[in-house]
């Protein structure tokens, strides 16, 4: 097969790994005791794992069910009045489920999380169908809760993430299905909150392994390391980087000395010039009126120059010894809160 005629093959083969939801080997499990969707996963030894796993609750019974795509047999599955069903071997994220018992029919996606089970209650699920068709007021206020995963994930603050966990869980039927959800997802919040602090105590930690002694406030919040010690442990006697930008200063500051003496220079060369293209106008003397006109139009282009040269030497030394202050205060701060001590 030619390289031109494998390229679809390959951009195919690619699509589909990138659905780890639809990819992901599904085995169905029937009847499982336990209902219970947390105790069910510590049975089925789920949390640690990125396995997901659905259990599907149908007490009038179901007459089609797909999962993530997968249609399941129902009638290969030998199911005396649909008992409970256990998906397992599904993917993190939203999976689209389709479900059907008789005239009623449901299409929608439940979020999957990694370690969980998910319990889907088949009987509310098409209570909840057959009221909107009739026209019936839910009984609670609609709750969006897609739009509450949305702002669960663009929230970058642990604390706002919690408040609208608590918001939800409040609004919500505790008996609902969307309770559940809003439940899991906040579980979540919380393990990865936990992680977070864990995480930063550990760096914590490993600083004062490599020799520091470590008196960093909690409050104050979390202190980057790297700030007061060398990757060899030493303690750092300044900011990082002070020695170039110094450098980089003292570089500044000379070329922009040399391009200012060069601009003061050029000036005077270029007023001797016009003087004498002005004695020359006076007596007459073309050659030499085009002479010294020609030269202090090239030294006033010299001047120019110098003066650009001077003002980009002059903005990098100001802007080193800026950024240099900046890291020096960041550098007292945090070697005042992770070792005690002041900066020289």
């Given at each position: 097969?030619?390289?031109?005629?494998?390229?679809?093959?390959?951009?195919?083969?690619?699509?589909?790994?990138?659905?780890?939801?639809?990819?992901?080997?599904?085995?169905?499990?029937?009847?499982?005791?336990?209902?219970?969707?947390?105790?069910?996963?510590?049975?089925?030894?789920?949390?640690?794992?990125?396995?997901?796993?659905?259990?599907?609750?149908?007490?009038?019974?179901?007459?089609?069910?797909?999962?993530?795509?997968?249609?399941?047999?129902?009638?290969?599955?030998d199911?005396?009045?649909?008992?409970?069903?256990?998906?397992?071997?599904?993917?993190?994220?939203?999976?689209?489920?389709?479900l059907?018992?008789?005239?009623?029919?449901?299409?929608?996606?439940?979020?999957?999380?990694a370690?969980?089970?998910?319990?889907?209650?088949?009987?509310?699920?098409l209570?909840?169908?057959?009221?909107?068709?009739?026209?019936?007021?839910?009984?609670?206020?609609?709750?969006?809760?897609?739009?509450?995963?949305?702002?669960?994930?663009?929230?970058?603050?642990?604390?706002?993430?919690?408040?609208?966990?608590?918001?939800?869980?409040?609004?919500?039927?505790?008996?609902?299905?969307?309770?559940?959800?809003?439940?899991?997802?906040?579980?979540?919040?919380?393990?990865?909150?936990?992680?977070?602090?864990?995480?930063?105590?550990?760096?914590?930690?490993?600083?004062?392994?490599?020799?520091?002694?470590?008196?960093?406030v909690?409050?104050?919040?979390?202190?980057?390391?790297?700030?007061?010690?060398?990757?060899?442990?030493?303690?750092?006697?300044?900011?990082?980087?002070?020695?170039?930008?110094w450098?980089?200063?003292?570089?500044?500051?000379?070329?922009?000395?040399?391009?200012?003496?060069?601009?003061?220079?050029?000036?005077?060369?270029?007023?001797?010039e016009?003087?004498?293209?002005?004695?020359?106008?006076?007596?007459?003397?073309?050659?030499?009126?085009?002479?010294h006109?020609?030269?202090?139009?090239?030294?006033?282009?010299?001047?120019?120059?110098?003066?650009?040269?001077?003002?980009?030497?002059?903005?990098?030394?100001?802007?080193?010894?800026?950024?240099?202050?900046?890291?020096?205060?960041?550098?007292?701060?945090?070697?005042?809160?992770?070792?005690?001590?002041?900066?020289?």
């Open positions: 097969m030619p390289p031109s005629s494998m390229r679809p093959l390959l951009v195919l083969i690619a699509l589909l790994l990138s659905l780890p939801g639809v990819l992901a080997a599904q085995t169905v499990e029937v009847g499982p005791t336990n209902l219970d969707p947390a105790t069910l996963a510590e049975e089925l030894e789920l949390p640690g794992t990125e396995e997901a796993a659905l259990l599907v609750v149908a007490g009038l019974g179901i007459d089609a069910l797909e999962v993530g795509f997968d249609p399941i047999d129902l009638d290969a599955l199911l005396a009045k649909n008992p409970p069903l256990l998906v397992r071997g599904l993917a993190e994220g939203l999976t689209p489920i389709k059907r018992r008789g005239p009623a029919t449901w299409d929608g996606q439940l979020r999957m999380f370690g969980r089970v998910t319990k889907l209650d088949v009987d509310a699920v209570r909840a169908v057959a009221a909107r068709a009739k026209g019936e007021a839910p009984a609670a206020p609609d709750f969006d809760l897609f739009a509450f995963y949305d702002a669960l994930d663009e929230s970058i603050d642990w604390d706002r993430k919690l408040g609208l966990c608590d918001e939800a869980l409040h609004e919500l039927d505790a008996e609902g299905p969307d309770h559940r959800l809003v439940s899991q997802a906040c579980d979540k919040v919380a393990e990865a909150q936990a992680r977070a602090a864990e995480e930063e105590r550990r760096t914590l930690l490993s600083a004062d392994a490599l020799g520091g002694e470590i008196s960093a909690a409050e104050e919040g979390p202190v980057a390391v790297g700030l007061v010690y060398r990757k060899d442990g030493r303690p750092r006697l300044s900011a990082r980087g002070t020695g170039a930008r450098g980089i200063a003292g570089a500044g500051l000379l070329g922009a000395s040399i391009f200012t003496y060069s601009a003061v220079f050029w000036e005077t060369q270029a007023q001797h016009y003087l004498a293209f002005r004695d020359a106008e006076r007596v007459g003397d073309s050659l030499a009126m085009s002479r006109l020609f030269f202090t139009k090239s030294f006033d282009g010299r001047r120019d120059a110098s003066i650009v040269g001077a003002g980009l030497f002059f903005t990098g030394t100001l802007t080193s010894l800026v950024v240099q202050a900046i890291e020096g205060a960041r550098f007292r701060k945090a070697r005042k809160r992770l070792i005690g001590g002041t900066s020289q």
